[in-house]
Each structure stands twice: as C-alpha cells, then as structure tokens.
C-alpha cells in the first residue's frame, strides 16, 4: 500500500489537507500518511526550512501531499527556495503538471466561455530555465550594481518534458500540443526547445501541434481558452501561464498542481495552486477543493486511475451543487467530496 | 517643427499608419514626414534588415513612427532582433510605455468589468533584462546540448526607468506604482528591481506603492484589472503582462505602445502593439485605431499635449459610436478621426 508524506504547512493549509486525506481514505483505504513539519511555522520556531535529514525521509516516500507553506513574515525567498524549489530539484521532478477545467458550476471571469468549454493541462518544466538559482550580483547597493539571472536549458531536460506532454496528449481527447515559448528573442534557448519539439512531434504523427510565443499564448489563454488542450513550456512561462489559465478557470482556489518525477524515482509532489492565506486561516471556511483536486493528481501518479477519476467526478457533484455566494465550510466540503467519491 | 520619420512597414502596416499620419497632419499641420523602407518586404528584396546608413539617417529624426514589420516567411528573430530590438537598444529607448483602456463602446471579455472602469498603463523596462541578447549553446543538437540566456540588469537601468513610472504615477489622478517582478525566484534581479523602488518610492511619498509577483499580477490583470494604475516592470514581464493588458481592454487591435527615450537623446519610436496581419493587408479594413493612439503617444512625446489629447479624445468618440459586428474601413476610420480631433 502507497506510503505518503503530508506536508500540512502554514495557514489553510492544515484544514484543506485534511481533507484531501478525509478523501483519498475514502476511495482507497489503508494508503500509509506520516506528517512533516515543514514551513514558515517551523522556520520561525528553529530557523530551519528543510534539513538533510527530513529531505531523506520524504525520499523513502510514494507522494507528497502538501497544504500551503509561506506566511508574510518570511522573507521572499527563503521558503521558495529552500522548500519548494528544493524539493522539486532534488527529488527531479520535471514535469510539473497543471490542469485547468472550467467547470460546471463555476463562473468563469469571460463572458463568452461557457463551464464545460475549458480543459486545458499546462505542463510546465520544473528543474530548468531560470529556477536553476545561476545568478549573481556585483558591487550591491552602488550606482554600478549589476544583476544577472540565467535561464539554464538542456536538451535532457526539455526533451524528456515535452516527451511527457506529447504522452498525455496522445491520451486525450483533442491530441493537440502547443508550445510555448519566445522562440523571436530567446534565440538560443527558444531554438532548443523548438527543435526537441519538433523531434518529440515527429514520434507522434497522430498528435497536432502548434507554436505560440509567450505573449501571444497569454493573450489567447484570456480570449479562447477554449483553444488549448495540452500547453508544454518552460519554468517561468509556466509559472505565469498556469497562474492565468487558473483566473480563467475560476481563480487559483480550484487550481491543483503535481510536481512529478514520471519515472517514479523520487516521489512527485501534489499541492494546490494557492497560498497559506493566512487572512482566513483557522475559520473552517477555506475550500478544500484544490487540495482535493491535488489528492486525484496523486492518485493518478500513484497508479490508481479509477481512484483518481472517482475523485474528480465528486468534484464536479460538489461544484454542480454550490449556490454562489453561499459560504461553505471546509470540513463540510470535505465530507461531502468522500461522500460522493463512494457513492 | 517636428521631423519624423515613418517606417509603414509590411502587410497592414503602410493602410494603419496612413491613418495615423492623416490625424496627426490635422492636428498638428506641418510636421515633416520622410518615409524608410525597411521589414520584410525590403529583406526579401535586398537581404537587409536595418543598414547603419538608414539607422544614422532615423537618429537624425523627433521620433519614428512605425506600422508594423514582419511576414510569416521570414525567419523568427530576423526582424525583432535585427530591426525593432536593434532601434530600442541603438537608441536607448528605456521606457516601453503600453497604456490599456477600456473604453466606452468597447465590450472586453470579462463579465464583471464596465467600459470606463481600467485605465492603466504598463512603463515596461526597454533595453535590458533577457533582452540584452546575452546567451549561447555548446553541443548544439547532440543530447549534450545546453543553451542559456542571460538577464541581465543594472542599477543605471531599472532605477531610471521606475523614476520614469513614478514621475507618470504622480501626474494621474490614482497616483500608484505596482512593481512586478518574481523576487521570490528571481533573488538577484528582483533583489535589485526592490531595492531601487523602494528608493525610488521614498522621493515620492504623494505615490502609493505596491508589489506583486508577476503569477500574481497575470492573474489580477484578468479578474481585477480596474486595480491597477501604473505598473513598472521588467523588459519580458512587460511583454507578457502588455498582451493581458490588451487582451482584457478589446484586444491587441486598440493598443497602442510608445518606446521611448525620454530625455530625447534619440528618437523614440512608436507603433502599434499588432503585427502586420498579412490575411487581411491590402484590404482596407484593418483597425487603424492603434496606429493612430501611438501617434497620440507620439505627439505627447513631442511636447504636444494638446494634439494628443484631441487625437485621444477623437478615438473615444469613434468608439463610442461604433455598432458591433459593422465591418469597417481603414480610410473611413482614418478620415472620421481627423474629422473628430479638429471640431
Ligand atoms: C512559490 C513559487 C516558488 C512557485 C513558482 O514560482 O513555481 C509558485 O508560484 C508556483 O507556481 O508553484
Ligand atoms: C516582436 C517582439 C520582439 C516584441 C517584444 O517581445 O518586445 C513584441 O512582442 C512587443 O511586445 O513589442
């Protein structure tokens, strides 16, 4: 049985995780959690954000489900980088994954997509580009200061996710592929990522493909959502374009996230898409329904499609349900999605 | 009186900016216009891109205004970085002004926002960050490829250009800066990008300040965009956040972009945010209603506040008074608009 690591964190992230748990017990029992102390929390308490020896126990995992880590009096950064980033680097996940639906239930922001008309998956590279941590500056705090960050891309690197993408495309419906990237002045890296692309593509002659620039892709991503099915990108225009295609969607409220190393040699990593919140934290009223989504991510990974389905499907029950503007509470939410997961 | 050179351009561009040069001969009678080919249509013909004699000739002009370059068959990279890149560098045009409206008559695609209620400018940084042309590859197309770009940025660069943005904050009515940038991930440049508006900020204490991620900012530029009043930026945040800016206000079609060198040390150059459309060139029905906001932003530049508000003025009205789905045509608009500025 699948063995997790729960990394709860800050703010909400204890009340949606918990759900998401409530969830996955229900549609497949006896799945093994151990909980981790991880975040702002525990950095203010021992200064320490993610040591050696807490990193070697999560390795020894399947997944981990993780809340919300952040609260406004860290410094930007430190969490970022020392946790997050840290952990999709070290444990290689370079596919991080980023569905969005418009769903059923849901108002979207547009005025002409209509719920059911958005289902879209980003898959973003997740250890390259510039997250890579290569830069520096000189002569800070002078009138001569510079700064410099590098976007680092290897052939390894983009090939494998855009292998990855062009796999989940042949799975879907639409088998439609889109790159983005800024092939027009990005010169060296835009021509790495176009000629893997077209390597990847020639493998899949059943798959169509497109190319859009990064600015092109943000503007249609707000005016025809509904033309995408499986976007893959690079670090940053991921970060961006995933944050867009989620307002879109109905806010990063709904947004779920899977950072996944594919071959399963370290584990992959599910969370959703929003912050720690700590504005409302501890009010039972934050919706778990990312975390969940987050869950069913996990479950795909873990190989336990028919689990993950169930859990999708329960979303689109709930999210079918809900009258706007009436308040919800958490654990509510919670017990209704294991409900429907098993009915 | 002014001297300014026009470069029209492929497809679209030579109808729009026809427009733009009717308007601006109304209000402003007697500006000196000398004509340059250049963009596809001429690297076709002669393999030249932009020659140092025609370069040296422009940097002898007020401003330039430009229709739009470019053409499906020629390579990615040629015309930006040859043509539009080479003029923002060469002529240190450090300001990238977008400013976004939603105006009357104008349906955005978002439900919940009014015509009249955004009115936001974007002061995108010009000539530095992944712009700068920094970056290479080794073992190109063998499975050890890496390919890199560099961003790279100064105190010179980023203090100038936020001065620029607070200096137009402090003459609106709203008078707030928002800073996007990623300085989570981003440490040093956005470590930098901080500090100088911070500094920058406390020569203005009559401008309200705030900062945002760029994820973030995608993100509330497409369901609150009414909260924004100027946003300084990086040269690609800019980019990307220019296209949302359009794409919630009516689309690329109505925007209208100024790069600019603002002590005027060279010309600064201003052109329309959409490309040449070749599918529709040569028909007399593009919109020429961006080319003729950029030569608003022209004549403001200039020191001709007057003619451009009249230029602004009569775009509001044109809009205003058009039925949606009425096809349109490039010369009527044009004559409509010079007919509105001057009554
Ligand atoms: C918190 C931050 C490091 C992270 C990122 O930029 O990847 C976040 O924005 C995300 O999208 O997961
Ligand atoms: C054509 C390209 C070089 C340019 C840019 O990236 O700056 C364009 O997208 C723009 O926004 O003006």
Redesign the interface.
């Given at each position: 049985m699948a063995r997790i690591a729960v990394v709860a964190g800050d703010g909400i992230g204890p009340e949606v995780v918990a759900q998401a748990r409530k969830v996955i017990d229900a549609v497949l029992p006896g799945v093994e959690a151990t909980e981790y102390d991880l975040g702002a929390a525990r950095y203010h308490r021992t200064g320490e954000v993610l040591p050696d020896s807490v990193l070697d126990e999560l390795a020894g995992h399947d997944a981990i489900l993780l809340g919300a880590v952040g609260d406004p009096t860290v410094p930007?950064?430190v969490l970022?980088?020392g946790l997050l980033?840290k952990l999709r680097f070290a444990f290689d996940q370079y596919v991080n994954l980023r569905p969005s639906r418009l769903w059923p239930g849901v108002?979207g922001?547009?005025?002409?997509v209509k719920p059911g008309e958005v289902d879209l998956v980003v898959v973003r590279e997740g250890t390259e580009g510039?997250?890579a941590g290569a830069?520096?500056?000189l002569?800070r705090?002078?009138?001569?200061?510079?700064?410099?960050?590098?976007?680092?891309?290897?052939?390894?690197g983009v090939e494998r996710v855009i292998r990855d993408a062009f796999a989940r495309a042949a799975a879907r419906e639409r088998r439609k592929v889109t790159l983005v990237h800024?092939?027009?002045?990005?010169?060296?890296?835009?021509?790495?990522w176009a000629?893997a692309f077209a390597a990847v593509a020639a493998e899949h002659p059943d798959v169509a493909t497109e190319y859009q620039h990064?600015?092109?892709a943000?503007?249609?991503l707000?005016?025809q959502p509904q033309r995408y099915d499986v976007v893959v990108t690079d670090n940053?225009f991921g970060?961006?374009?995933?944050?867009?295609a989620?307002?879109?969607t109905g806010?990063?409220g709904l947004a779920a996230s899977g950072c996944i190393n594919p071959e399963g040699r370290y584990p992959s990593m599910f969370e959703p898409v929003h912050g720690s919140a700590p504005d409302i934290a501890g009010r039972g009223v934050a919706d778990p329904v990312a975390a969940v989504l987050s869950a069913a991510l996990l479950l795909d990974q873990l190989g336990h499609p028919q689990a993950a389905a169930r859990v999708t499907a329960a979303v689109a029950t709930e999210l079918a349900g809900r009258t706007p503007g009436v308040p919800l509470r958490t654990d509510e939410v919670g017990d209704r999605l294991a409900g429907y997961a098993v009915a």
């Amino acid at each position: 049985m699948a063995r997790i690591a729960v990394v709860a964190g800050d703010g909400i992230g204890p009340e949606v995780v918990a759900q998401a748990r409530k969830v996955i017990d229900a549609v497949l029992p006896g799945v093994e959690a151990t909980e981790y102390d991880l975040g702002a929390a525990r950095y203010h308490r021992t200064g320490e954000v993610l040591p050696d020896s807490v990193l070697d126990e999560l390795a020894g995992h399947d997944a981990i489900l993780l809340g919300a880590v952040g609260d406004p009096t860290v410094p930007p950064g430190v969490l970022e980088r020392g946790l997050l980033l840290k952990l999709r680097f070290a444990f290689d996940q370079y596919v991080n994954l980023r569905p969005s639906r418009l769903w059923p239930g849901v108002t979207g922001p547009l005025a002409a997509v209509k719920p059911g008309e958005v289902d879209l998956v980003v898959v973003r590279e997740g250890t390259e580009g510039l997250y890579a941590g290569a830069g520096g500056s000189l002569h800070r705090d002078t009138p001569a200061e510079v700064a410099t960050e590098e976007s680092l891309n290897t052939r390894h690197g983009v090939e494998r996710v855009i292998r990855d993408a062009f796999a989940r495309a042949a799975a879907r419906e639409r088998r439609k592929v889109t790159l983005v990237h800024k092939t027009n002045v990005l010169t060296h890296a835009g021509s790495l990522w176009a000629r893997a692309f077209a390597a990847v593509a020639a493998e899949h002659p059943d798959v169509a493909t497109e190319y859009q620039h990064v600015d092109a892709a943000a503007m249609f991503l707000v005016t025809q959502p509904q033309r995408y099915d499986v976007v893959v990108t690079d670090n940053l225009f991921g970060d961006i374009l995933t944050d867009i295609a989620a307002a879109v969607t109905g806010g990063i409220g709904l947004a779920a996230s899977g950072c996944i190393n594919p071959e399963g040699r370290y584990p992959s990593m599910f969370e959703p898409v929003h912050g720690s919140a700590p504005d409302i934290a501890g009010r039972g009223v934050a919706d778990p329904v990312a975390a969940v989504l987050s869950a069913a991510l996990l479950l795909d990974q873990l190989g336990h499609p028919q689990a993950a389905a169930r859990v999708t499907a329960a979303v689109a029950t709930e999210l079918a349900g809900r009258t706007p503007g009436v308040p919800l509470r958490t654990d509510e939410v919670g017990d209704r999605l294991a409900g429907y997961a098993v009915a």
